[in-house]
């Protein structure tokens, strides 16, 4: 397996599974339940979850007018996009 196809690999699994925490998180939310942390959401986001985090957040209409989330959505978004480039062109 090529390192392009691990990444591949990775970046859609980590999306994927970031996805389902945010429909978890929104269903706990109507269901009044414990509730996902900010900071795991972050940390999904961070890892590299964020295109299918954002598609969450649209689908869902969950967690898109706090600021204070999406200032730091929007930075751990910017990192990554940053890193991604450098692997993908490092390979």
Do not use: C, P
Not at 23 to 50: C, I, M, P
Request: avoid cysteine; hydrophobic fraction near 50%; charge should be positive.
């Amino acid at each position: 397996m090529t390192r392009n196809n691990l990444f591949v690999r990775y970046f859609l699994l980590i999306n994927f599974i970031t996805f389902i925490v945010r429909w978890v998180d929104k269903y706990k939310a109507t269901a009044q339940k414990h509730r996902v942390s900010e900071k795991n959401l972050l940390r999904f986001t961070g890892l590299g979850g964020r295109l299918w985090a954002v598609l969450g957040m649209q689908a869902f209409h969950h967690k898109t007018i706090k600021q204070n989330f999406l200032t730091r959505f929007r930075l751990i978004s910017g990192v990554w996009i940053v890193v991604s480039i450098v692997i993908l062109f490092s390979l």
